[in-house]
């Protein structure tokens, strides 16, 4: 059975850094997109990041330039390395595993903090 578990949340003060990982296990084939999305309380879940199999990488507009998604193909894992992180950037950060026959997994979340 695939699992996905993410790790690396805590709190953090405002301008901190973190980052968070996320390993697999039980076998994950053919994986095209990884990524990253998080819910903040009383918000829906959004799109953080994301990295396909070359490579290349997008972001949500409110994270550019503070967070790096990067992937580990031999390891069929994915990370994200936070900084400069904010208060509204708190949220259970969620990854995401897409592979080519069109299947989704998703983690059980890790909690980000970020306060003084």
């Known amino acids: 059975q695939v699992q996905l578990v993410e790790s690396g949340g805590g709190l953090v003060q405002p301008g901190g850094s973190l980052g968070l990982s996320c390993a697999t296990s039980?076998?994950?084939?053919?994986?095209?997109?990884m990524g990253w999305y998080r819910q903040a309380p009383g918000k829906e879940r959004e799109f953080v990041a994301r990295?396909?199999?070359?490579?290349?990488?997008n972001y949500a507009d409110s994270v550019k330039g503070r967070f790096t998604i990067s992937r580990d193909n031999a390891k069929s894992a994915v990370y994200l390395q936070m900084v400069n992180l904010r208060p509204e950037d708190a949220a259970v950060y969620y990854c995401?595993?897409?592979?080519?026959?069109?299947?989704?997994?998703w983690g059980e979340g890790t909690l980000v903090t970020v306060s003084s």
């Open positions: 995401s595993i897409r592979v080519r026959n069109g299947m989704t997994y």
């Open positions: 039980g076998g994950i084939f053919s994986i095209t997109t």
């Open positions: 990295i396909d199999s070359g490579g290349s990488t």
